[in-house]
């Protein structure tokens, strides 16, 4: 049996959404599996020459999980991801690994998750704990991830040109979660309100909107004090009224391009010739399992 699964990239928070707004990009992960080759496992991209190859990676440990659960064995198999995400970056590498783990583990074991996004995302949620990353790669597009459990995706605009600006440093969730205060002023949390209600009108309806909506008061400040770096290159982008926001828990950066204004750089944002600039299409569809 070969099976392969293309997980997409997630910006997560999207400003004043914490822990709620996700946005598929199409930048993908793809992992194929194969049960008649011999047992291995072996990574090209990013992360390549990091990753372990030994199945104790994020997409084994959820393979294992995920049979563990049902009480059954996975065949041995060979085991080939190419990484397009750059891995520790805020761009949802860790729910990408997820996703693919669940769904290569109900592919082989015929278990039916990975037909069904909401199967996938809730279990995806419950194990890796990002449910706005987790919306987003199983849904594609520009999802709502509720406390509750509930997810809702909308379709974004067709205007949205996303610009992403990865530092070359790297966070974790973990670490970036420990600057961040367990309360806010009510003052904020209105704030946060206001400008997400008005972010979903600016992602899905009229991007213009964005410069405004991209407002936050509960996460990036906090976040953004620990990287100096990448905190200059957010004020200069917004004194250029480039709409700008810290994808996920960071270090990345997400910004929009206009067509009526110059390509973005990192030489016109003041950012460090050591980072990188991708320009991924919104991607409106979440992971995709093939099966041969």
Do not use: K, Q
């Not at 199409?26 to 194969?34: F, G, H, K």
């Not at 090209?44 to 990676?57: K, M, Q, R």
């Not at 950066?253 to 600039?277: G, H, M, Q, V, Y």
């Amino acid at each position: 049996m070969r099976v392969t699964v293309r997980v997409p990239a997630t910006a997560a928070n999207l400003g004043p959404g914490f822990d709620t707004f996700g946005l598929a990009l199409d930048l993908c992960n793809e992992v194929t599996v194969d049960t008649t080759g011999p047992a291995s496992s072996r990574w090209e991209g990013e992360g390549a020459d990091e990753l372990p190859v030994d199945g104790s990676d994020l997409i084994g440990r959820v393979m294992g999980a995920v049979a563990g659960r049902m009480s059954l064995p996975i065949a041995p198999h060979r085991r080939i991801a190419r990484n397009a995400i750059p891995l520790a970056r805020g761009l949802g590498s860790s729910s990408a690994a997820t996703v693919a783990g669940i769904c290569l583990a109900s592919a082989l074991l015929d278990l039916g998750i990975h037909d069904d996004p909401h199967s996938v995302f809730a279990l995806a949620s419950e194990i890796e704990g990002h449910a706005d990353n987790a919306a987003a790669a199983a849904f594609g597009g520009f999802t709502i991830a509720l406390p509750e459990g509930g997810v809702r995706r909308l379709e974004p605009h067709a205007a949205l040109r996303p610009v992403v600006f990865v530092p070359d440093l790297r966070t974790t969730t973990a670490e970036a979660r420990v600057s961040l205060s367990e309360t806010v002023p009510r003052t904020d949390a209105v704030a946060n309100v206001a400008h997400a209600a008005l972010a979903v009108e600016a992602f899905t309806r009229d991007p213009s909107l964005l410069p405004v909506a991209l407002v936050d008061r509960l996460h990036e400040d906090a976040r953004l004090s620990a990287v100096p770096d990448v905190a200059a290159v957010v004020r200069e982008l917004r004194r250029s009224h480039v709409p700008v926001c810290v994808s996920g828990s960071g270090p990345s950066l997400l910004a929009f391009e206009r067509d009526d204004r110059e390509p973005l750089s990192l030489e016109a944002a003041n950012a460090p010739e050591s980072w990188r600039i991708l320009r991924p299409e919104v991607r409106a569809r979440g992971y995709e399992v093939d099966l041969a």
